[in-house]
């Protein structure tokens, strides 16, 4: 419903919506307010994905990009989509190291076609170290936190995935 929502927001063509609803990242940005049990989960849940939409789209891409102002925090770039009014702050913390994983992964599976088009990337500046990353982000999703959200999308399958898949 909610994906529906945001592709007729975004004017989307039948291709991009079903891209949209298909997409795990997306879900699991959806689900997250529901799980933290926020007050208005539907209203930030819809606000959330409208970032996640903005944020892939051209021109506005760019604006979103990772940059070396970002380096300090591996969810700096998800900022955007991380506002829970009274929501649970470890299932919160969980859903955001899983979305910082899938942020991760993306860097790492873009790092040749980023040198090759010298498209900033942390990875291969040497600002971030992956194997650290990932174990501290890791250590935020104990499966005994909203199990819910491991239904939706594992460690393990956070760090195979990248953002748009």
């Not at 291709?15 to 879900?27: H, M, N, P, Q, V």
């Not at 700096?76 to 506002?83: E, G, P």
């Not at 009274?86 to 899938?102: N, P, S, V, Y």
Request: proline share 5%.
């Amino acid at each position: 419903m909610l994906a529906e929502t945001t592709a007729e927001a975004f004017r989307m063509d039948a291709r991009e919506g079903r891209k949209l609803a298909g997409s795990r990242t997306a879900r699991l940005i959806g689900s997250l307010p529901f799980a933290a049990g926020c007050p208005q989960a539907e209203r930030l849940a819809l606000a959330h994905l409208g970032n996640f939409v903005l944020a892939s789209r051209d021109p506005a891409r760019a604006i979103f990009d990772h940059k070396p102002t970002d380096d300090s925090d591996p969810l700096t770039r998800l900022q955007c989509i991380s506002d829970f009014p009274g929501g649970e702050q470890a299932i919160i913390r969980k859903g955001m190291a899983l979305l910082g994983l899938i942020m991760c992964s993306g860097y790492r599976h873009d790092r040749s076609k980023d040198a090759e088009s010298n498209t900033y990337n942390p990875l291969n500046s040497g600002a971030w170290d992956l194997s650290r990353i990932e174990e501290v982000l890791g250590s935020e999703t104990s499966s005994s936190i909203a199990p819910e959200l491991d239904d939706l999308m594992t460690v393990e399958e956070a760090i195979e995935s990248w953002w748009e898949g």
